[in-house]
């Protein structure tokens, strides 16, 4: 069975940080791009970190770039999110994702995806 769990979700307050964490079983990441995605209610899903299969090349848009980083261990068949400089905008559902063949741009732009987790909530307030 093919499955995506994320983990380290929670309650933070502003200018903190929270590590987020995505392990796969049932298939392998090393030949995927992967994602971390957040959906606040009311909103379109939205990419805020992607890195590539092959060269670990990474995507972020504008929003989270110098506050979030995303990095792979294909040992342990997970990735991680690092948010640092957490803002009460941050707050959403945040999702991974992983897609065989697409650009990372391409992935973080269009919310592409193959295999998705099934979210964990991320809520940053005072």
């Known amino acids: 069975q093919l499955q995506f769990v994320e983990s380290g979700g929670g309650l933070v307050q502003p200018g903190g940080s929270l590590r987020l964490s995505c392990t796969a079983s049932?298939?392998?990441?090393?030949?995927?791009?992967i994602g971390w995605f957040r959906q606040a209610p009311g909103k379109e899903r939205e990419g805020v970190s992607c890195i590539s299969s092959s060269d670990g090349s990474t995507y972020y848009p504008d929003s989270v770039k110098g506050r979030f980083t995303i990095s792979r261990d294909n040992a342990k068949n997970t990735v991680y999110l690092q948010m640092n400089s957490l803002k009460p905008e941050d707050t959403a559902v945040y999702y991974c994702?992983?897609?065989?063949?697409?650009?990372?741009?391409?992935?973080?732009?269009?919310?592409?995806?193959?295999?998705w987790g099934q979210g964990t909530q991320v809520t940053v307030s005072s």
């Open positions: 049932g298939f392998t990441l090393d030949y995927y791009a």
């Open positions: 994702a992983a897609k065989r063949t697409s650009t990372i741009q391409a992935m973080c732009l269009l919310a592409l995806g193959d295999y």
